[in-house]
């Protein structure tokens, strides 16, 4: 397989190439390659494997084994890119991206808060700095301890004023096809809205949320749809009566959530009945639509005595569905399961003899031209 290995540089490549192919292909060994991938995040607190891992090799004081051979196989160029979700949620700047110059202290400071990405450092919209207190409070952890330095160093060079504008506002760095998302109209300025209804994909707990919108605030970097809560009933209230039993799929009857841990304390609305209120960013946000109160599908769940209920056009299961592929689609999660778990980047080659085929040739072209540097 390999013809032309003279150097014993070169065999050493082919092993870790080997090994690693091994390790993450192999059913077997998968739990300790998803393993040593949990150590490498923790490592290099970036999740899964960066595109160029050799920019923060130098902060690790002892990298771990999977560090060390990535490192080297980077040298020649060769980048490993994973087929199996394998994502820290939670946002998707990290911030060892955004801020390049951090001492390991910094990286241990960052690990020990759980502050990965710059999600959690900033408004929602991804436009200001929130305030270390803010942080705190968005993370639900009360660090001790002074601000950190690498706090201080967004503060001082990384916003533009008082207000705390980020000097590089965050910005969704994904598109969604139409087919999948059906974004919320967009309009420069802040309107009422009257009838709008959308789902989106909440990390954190899981689930879809689902929402009427209150009030959209669009401006040309951003736009925040405010929305009041909505969950759905437990269908099997709807079981007692045998004459709901009748349609094929259950319906999606929402009511307004009475206040969950969702709901945010600081949007003060000027509708007193809302009880839960959330802010998210709109292009996250898909539109659905609901059946008009005069429509028989409305009101034949008028004997349920509902104070006040919508009943959705779509089922929830297809709710669900597309509101988590739209999330993975957001992470640039690849869902197609492969036989493989790790492939080499450039291959759409599925079988393996043709991956090595592929790797020798991607390894002695890279020789032939960096040879000098890495001896
Ligand atoms: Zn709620």
Redesign the pocket.
């Known amino acids: 397989m390999f013809p032309h290995i003279d150097n014993l540089l070169d065999l050493l490549v082919k092993s870790q190439t080997n090994s690693l192919l091994a390790l993450f292909n192999t059913d077997t060994l998968r739990p300790i390659a998803i393993q040593k991938l949990d150590m490498l995040t923790q490592e290099l607190w970036y999740p899964g494997i960066s595109r160029d891992i050799n920019k923060y090799i130098g902060k690790i004081s002892t990298p771990s084994y999977l560090a060390k051979s990535l490192t080297l196989l980077e040298q020649y160029q060769i980048h490993l890119d994973l087929t199996v979700s394998y994502s820290i949620i939670g946002g998707h700047t990290p911030v060892v991206d955004y801020l390049l110059n951090l001492s390991s202290q910094d990286y241990k400071s960052l690990r020990s808060k759980r502050i990965m990405y710059l999600n959690q450092l900033v408004s929602s919209d991804g436009n200001y700095l929130l305030t270390w207190e803010e942080v705190k409070r968005l993370n639900n952890n009360n660090f001790k301890g002074p601000k950190p330095k690498w706090f201080n160093l967004l503060e001082n060079d990384f916003t533009l004023s008082n207000y705390r504008t980020l000097t590089y506002p965050l910005t969704d760095n994904y598109s969604i096809p139409a087919r999948l998302q059906n974004i919320p109209e967009q309009t420069i300025g802040s309107h009422k809205k009257l009838n709008e209804w959308t789902y989106h994909w909440n990390a954190s707990i899981q689930n879809c949320i689902i929402g009427k919108t209150y009030l959209q605030d669009t401006d040309t970097r951003s736009s925040i749809s405010i929305m009041e809560?909505y969950?759905p009933i437990n269908n099997s209230l709807l079981a007692i009566d045998l004459s709901f039993q009748s349609s094929c799929s259950s319906p999606l009857i929402l009511v307004p959530?009475s206040?969950?841990h969702?709901?945010d304390h600081s949007l003060i609305l000027q509708d007193a009945r809302i009880r839960?209120t959330i802010s998210v960013r709109t292009n996250r946000l898909s539109v659905f639509n609901t059946f008009h109160r005069s429509n028989q599908e409305h009101k034949k769940y008028a004997n349920l005595s509902l104070k006040k209920y919508f009943v959705s056009t779509k089922p929830l299961h297809f709710i669900r569905y597309s509101a988590h592929s739209i999330y993975l689609a957001q992470h640039n999660i690849n869902t197609t399961l492969s036989p493989s778990t790790l492939m080499p980047t450039n291959s759409h080659s599925s079988n393996s003899d043709d991956i090595i085929k592929h790797l020798t040739t991607t390894i002695q072209s890279a020789v032939t031209r960096d040879i000098k540097m890495i001896t």
Do not use: A, F, R, T
Request: hydrophobic share 25%; charged share 0%.
């Open positions: 809560h969950i959530c206040g969950c969702l709901n839960c």
